[in-house]
Nanobody
Framework: QVQLVESGGGLVQAGGSLRLSCAASGRTFSSAAMGWFRQAPGKEREFGAAISWSGGANTYYADPVKGRFTISRDNAKNTVYLQMNSLKPEDTAVYYC??????????????????????WGQGTQVTVSS
């Protein structure tokens, strides 16, 4: 059974940093696309960042987080990370990691779509105070 467990969320002041982790178990995802999505209160879930499979390790970012967030992965640990710097109050949300193990792999045109992902974590709360 596949499990994704996020950690690293919390309360931080504007301008601060947090590092989220998502550990996968039950399967090895070295060839899968992995992503981070977020959902703020009263809003729909939105794409944050994604990293493609190990062959290319291409990264993708939503415009609101580009230049501030960095996604990375450690295939040996089956873990994906999201380093979040220069946090803003509007970054406050529940952050979810997700894995897509489709084959052929999800193309860049679909990597920002939550429907392209097969497994989801339970989410971790990030709150940024002003």
């Amino acid at each position: 059974q596949v499990q994704l467990v996020e950690s690293g969320g919390g309360l931080v002041q504007a301008g601060g940093s947090l590092r989220l982790s998502c550990a996968a178990s039950g399967r090895t995802f070295s060839s899968a696309a992995m992503g981070w999505f977020r959902q703020a209160p009263g809003k729909e879930r939105e794409f944050g960042a994604a990293i493609s499979w190990s062959g290319g390790a291409n990264t993708y970012y939503a415009d609101p987080v580009k230049g501030r967030f960095t996604i990375s992965r450690d295939n040996a640990k089956n873990t994906v990370y999201l380093q979040m710097n220069s946090l803003k109050p509007e970054d406050t949300a529940v952050y979810y990691c997700a894995v897509s193990e489709r084959y052929p792999p999800v193309p860049p045109s679909g990597i920002r779509d939550g429907l392209s992902y097969d497994y989801w974590g339970q989410g971790t709360q990030v709150t940024v105070s002003s």
